[in-house]
């Protein structure tokens, strides 16, 4: 009996103990939101627009809703006949795209400087030159002879040395490890140092094997993870900038002839 009345008042006494200490602690809670976060929170379509300036991008705001992640607004863009998604935070000062690629807003559309590149550590005499070799101007290109935007950028090269005298590119064989041909297709087309084996290369025709052993594919390799080279295409401005990625020709020229 005594052991029962014992056990009661522990009970009893826990009991008040924690109606007490959530009592206080509501005491000292602050304001927050406790509701949907749309009840304090709101992006129109209209005031999405001009934040990611879709106009000047011809681009339109498809659909804006909560996204997975408190905190931010997932937006649903068309260009063209692309859709895609991006993030604006509660804030609306950010954009959030891709793997964590953060971009305030205000700077949305400022392009960032390029980098610059040591020229002088890039060996020319094994490259396969694309125009004049006494033009004044020389682009160096970093080349996959399997990725599919060095043959868009090749196409693009055409138009340009056909146009212009001044200009040559310099095309320096960078295989990359996701495509498993590039290798030997590279050795091939630097143990000649063939444009036409390049053009062939980006036709889609084969190639034939190697006739030589040369350290140039591997030399290149190793010279594009010093200047910070991760991707194909590659071009390297006359002025040293390092410009990632394909480029159209009209716009290419425009980098070309307003150097920094």
């Not at 879709?54 to 063209?80: C, Y």
């Not at 935007?149 to 005298?165: A, Q, T, V």
Request: hydrophobic fraction near 40%.
């Amino acid at each position: 009996m005594i052991k029962r009345i014992l056990l009661l008042a522990v009970f009893t006494l826990a009991y008040a103990f924690s109606t007490h200490a959530a009592d206080t602690a509501l005491a000292f809670e602050g304001p927050g939101c406790m509701g949907k976060c749309t009840d304090c929170h709101s992006l129109s379509n209209e005031e999405a627009s001009k934040l990611l300036k879709a106009e000047r991008f011809k681009a339109s705001v498809k659909d804006i809703r909560m996204s997975p992640v408190k905190g931010l607004w997932e937006v649903e863009i068309t260009q063209g006949e692309n859709v895609f998604v991006v993030y604006v935070d509660f804030a609306k000062k950010n954009l959030i795209e891709g793997k964590f690629n953060i971009t305030p807003l205000e700077k949305l559309g400022e392009s960032a400087p390029l980098k610059k590149v040591d020229l002088k550590k890039i060996p020319l005499e094994n490259a396969v030159v694309l125009g004049n070799p006494a033009a004044q101007k020389k682009v160096i290109v970093f080349d996959d002879p399997d990725c599919p935007y060095c043959s868009k950028l090749h196409e693009e090269i055409k138009k340009i040395i056909e146009k212009r005298k001044d200009i040559a590119f310099y095309i320096k064989m960078y295989p990359l490890p996701i495509h498993p041909g590039a290798y030997e297709k590279s050795k091939a087309i630097v143990c000649e140092k063939s444009a036409k084996l390049l053009d062939d290369a980006f036709s889609g025709k084969k190639l034939p094997k190697a006739e030589c052993e040369t350290p140039e594919v591997d030399n290149n390799i190793k010279l594009a993870e010093e200047l910070g080279i991760r991707g194909t295409p590659a071009i390297i401005l006359p002025d040293s900038r390092l410009l990632p990625g394909y480029v159209p020709a009209d716009a290419l020229l425009g980098l070309i002839d307003n150097p920094q």
